[in-house]
């Protein structure tokens, strides 16, 4: 983990200034937004469109360094959101911020893209598990970061937009003045979502799911806070626990799911998800002690089962795929994240603050009941048989997802070549 570090310090610093920036600016949105005035649906419209914007750029980023290479494209892009954010307090109708949040959303999964690339070509096949185990933390404590400069200023002022615009700014800074070359970059063949479908169903459909309860906490947890009528400090503090949430249960999770049904542990984590909802429902109101429990509860499952349901689909599929298949998941993902604000927005339109918790525990309650029948359609694999499960959270592009997808064929080829070895 050292040399990890002593060999991307530089890019890491990057990410993490990018993950702070980028957590900021979206739990202030939200609290900015019911200062407006702006109704739960149209901060749903909003916080939809950073997401349509990151599914766009996440496709189309690749393409873009292709033709004029990492560094223009991260500087470009990195620019281009820090100019945005800083118009966020200077055009405040909801309209003008789908537009900005659009935009954000497209030059952030292009960065991440550069930036996850960069990282790879950094790693090699015995540090590739630390990398992204590095990587995954400097997210979680990036995102958890940008909810605790929330309360140094205040949201209706202009002061908390300049710190991620400055953020961002800084951010490519110690990654261009890195010693590491630009890697080379080329993107692997596509598996049709029919095909993808066929390999491995819940794979594909709980992926779709999972990308509403992550988007829904991701991009309206704060809008929930406001409208439910929390100060800053308590909406702070309640983002922050999905993050915290995220990072505690990571691992464990991860080292669990390499030795049991992935099925089994999929289904009891999302019927967790379900539970940790109806807390939120039914006493988040009352308490600010069990909010945050269900807050945390839903982040400690949500981010792990993105990992999860990546390990089960590869464990379908032929190591000369599993490249292939990234895409895929990855853009079922972001069709389910798009989909997620949406129908948060519209049930807090209709039901008021509740309708938060309670669109997210029906969507957690679809993926169990997937689960739960997709496990009476064909046996498990072997746990002897499966791949490795590596860390990743639903903030990646599909090249994180080959990164993590490498790794899974390393260490199954390793296993192999020496049994016992726990790889």
Same mark, same amino acid.
């Given at each position: ?18 993950? *702070? ?64 954010? *800083? ?15 659009? *935009? ?100 594909? *459909? ?99 089962l993105y990992s999860l349901l990546i390990a089960y689909t590869n464990d379908f599929l032929e190591a000369e795929d599993m490249a292939a298949a990234s895409s895929g998941l990855v853009f079922v993902n972001g ?89």
């Amino acid at each position: 983990m050292l040399s990890v570090l002593n060999s991307a310090w530089a890019l890491l610093l990057g990410l993490l200034l990018l993950m *702070i920036g980028n957590g900021l600016q979206g739990t202030l949105l939200g609290v900015r937004g019911e200062i407006e005035g702006f109704s739960a649906f149209e901060m749903s419209i909003v916080m939809a469109a950073y997401f349509v914007g990151f599914l766009g750029g996440s496709r189309m980023a690749p393409r873009m360094i292709a033709r004029v290479g990492h560094v223009r494209v991260f500087s470009a892009l990195a620019s281009m959101v820090s100019a945005v954010v *800083i118009l966020f307090p200077v055009f405040t109708d909801p309209w003008a911020w789908s537009v900005g949040r659009l *935009i954000i959303g497209f030059c952030f999964s292009g960065v991440y893209v550069t930036a996850e690339s960069w990282l790879n070509n950094t790693s090699t096949n015995e540090t590739r598990g630390q990398t992204l185990a590095i990587y995954v933390l400097v997210q979680m404590i990036g995102l958890i970061l940008g909810q605790a400069l929330l309360v140094v200023a205040d949201p209706s002022g202009f002061v908390l937009f300049v710190i991620p615009a400055v953020l961002v700014s800084i951010s490519f800074a110690p990654i261009l003045l890195s010693v590491a070359p630009a890697p080379a970059f080329g993107t692997a063949k596509r598996m049709t979502l029919a095909e993808l479908y066929r390999a491995s169903p819940l794979g594909l *459909i709980g992926m779709l799911l999972l990308g509403t309860v992550f988007s829904a906490q991701f991009g309206m947890s704060a809008v929930y806070g406001a409208a439910a009528g929390l100060s800053v400090r308590e909406i702070s503090v309640f983002v922050s626990a999905f993050f915290v949430g995220a990072l505690v249960l990571q691992y464990p999770l991860g080292w669990l799911s390499d030795r049991m049904d992935r099925r089994v542990l999929i289904l009891g984590l999302s019927v967790v998800g379900t539970a940790g909802a109806v807390l939120g429902l039914m006493l988040g109101a009352a308490r600010t002690e069990f909010l945050l429990a269900a807050a945390f509860a839903i982040g400690a499952v949500a981010n792990p089962l993105y990992s999860l349901l990546i390990a089960y689909t590869n464990d379908f599929l032929e190591a000369e795929d599993m490249a292939a298949a990234s895409s895929g998941l990855v853009f079922v993902n972001g069709v389910g994240a798009i989909i997620g604000p949406l129908a948060t927005g519209w049930g807090m339109q209709v039901v008021g603050p509740p309708g938060f918790f309670a669109t997210i525990a029906g969507f957690f309650a679809l993926l169990s009941i997937y689960a739960a029948w997709r496990m009476t359609r064909r046996p498990a694999p072997a746990a002897e048989e499966t791949g490795s499960y590596a860390p990743l959270g639903p903030t990646v592009t599909p090249v994180a997802v080959e990164f993590a997808q490498e790794y899974a064929i390393d260490t199954a080829l390793e296993e192999q070549e020496n049994p016992g070895s726990g790889a």
